[in-house]
């Protein structure tokens, strides 16, 4: 007991120590370019950035983890331990929000880890209406297969149906397109089973390697931020590469933590995504920047993203 208790102990004053050393960097600054834009309507931010100009690759796109979670497990009980967003994926459109980590299990409930929340139904209504209440938006829609669960019988029909008119095809091209030229398509969506086959080539669906990442289980935060940063700085530059690849600016409850509640942890990194980014440019690998996700999404991310978006636009970045 008393081996644990000082294990913890030790675990504090690390956090400690890792949140005082991003908080002194913070304080040399978080400027880059376009980072005093402010979208005139979040709702509709790459339809006013120019769709003609506006090419898939020079998106920097606010992404959250664990998307569909704003109602799962039962309040007070189980859902501190699973949420990582509060509002729905409709709420998170209009407010910016362009990429989705939508999970299900195989009866196309949503779920994190054991516990769950609503149907899938529910993610794709609200795609679906707001795609409707808007022209020039595009989204990245990643759903996967949850670890420990079976695949939805034949999801990748399920998907198809339910959004075919939207889907922008698996294509390479993709990536130097504006906007403009994929328009009406407005929808990625990359469906990433457990045991089913994988989309194909030229499938209306995009396989999971078009959508990469490296994940690390940690609840340090100076470790998560470095550990991303040296990821990122190991792509291609978004300009030459044919896959999307994810940062995600969270950290973790993870066992030997008593803290397993989601927000107290996830909130020793969450302030600093501006942070990241300007950092980017300090390292030299802003140009590798695509897409940034984070839990419990603000505003304030989201403009991070789109000025450094509009920058790239305006040949500023």
């Known amino acids: 007991m008393g081996a644990q208790v000082s294990k913890q102990i030790e675990k504090r004053k690390t956090i400690e120590k890792e949140e005082k050393s991003l908080s ?24 006013n950035l120019n769709p003609e100009k506006l090419k898939i690759n020079m998106i920097v796109w606010p992404g959250t983890h664990d998307s569909a979670t704003n109602k799962i497990g039962i309040p007070g009980i189980t859902r501190p331990f699973a949420q990582c967003q509060t ?17 299900v299990q195989e009866d196309r409930r949503v779920c994190h880890g054991i516990i769950l929340t609503y149907s899938v139904d529910i993610v794709i209504r609200d795609v679906k209406k707001f795609l409707s209440e808007t022209e020039s938006e595009i989204i990245i829609l990643e759903v996967r ?44 969506c990359v469906w990433k089973p457990r045991n089913s086959p994988q989309p194909k080539a030229r499938s209306s669906l995009w396989s999971a390697g078009y959508l990469r990442d490296n994940w690390i289980n940690t609840d340090f935060p100076l470790t998560k931020f470095e550990s991303n ?14 896959y999307f690849y994810r940062v995600e600016n969270t950290v973790t409850p993870v066992p030997d933590n008593p803290i397993v509640c989601v927000k107290p942890v996830t909130e020793r990194i969450h302030g600093y995504s501006r942070l990241f980014i300007s950092q980017c440019f300090s390292k030299g690998c802003s140009d590798r920047l695509q897409i940034f996700s984070t839990d419990f999404i603000d505003l304030d991310f989201v403009d991070a993203c789109v000025g450094l978006t509009y920058a790239r636009v305006e040949g500023k970045a």
């Open 229 to 242: 940063m040296k990821y990122l700085s190991e792509q291609e530059r978004v300009v030459s590469r044919k």
């Open 24 to 47: 002194d960097l913070k304080r040399l600054g978080e400027n880059y370019p376009g980072s005093d834009y402010i979208p005139l309507d979040r709702k509709m931010w790459m339809s």
């Open 87 to 103: 509002i729905s994926i409709y709420n998170q459109l209009v407010r910016g929000t362009r990429v989705f980590d939508i999970r």
């Open 145 to 188: 297969t949850e670890y420990g669960h079976n695949d939805p019988p034949e999801f990748d029909k399920y998907l198809e149906e339910n959004l075919g008119e939207y889907l922008i095809h698996q294509d390479d091209s993709v990536f130097d397109k504006t906007i403009a030229e994929v328009l009406p398509k407005r929808v990625i």
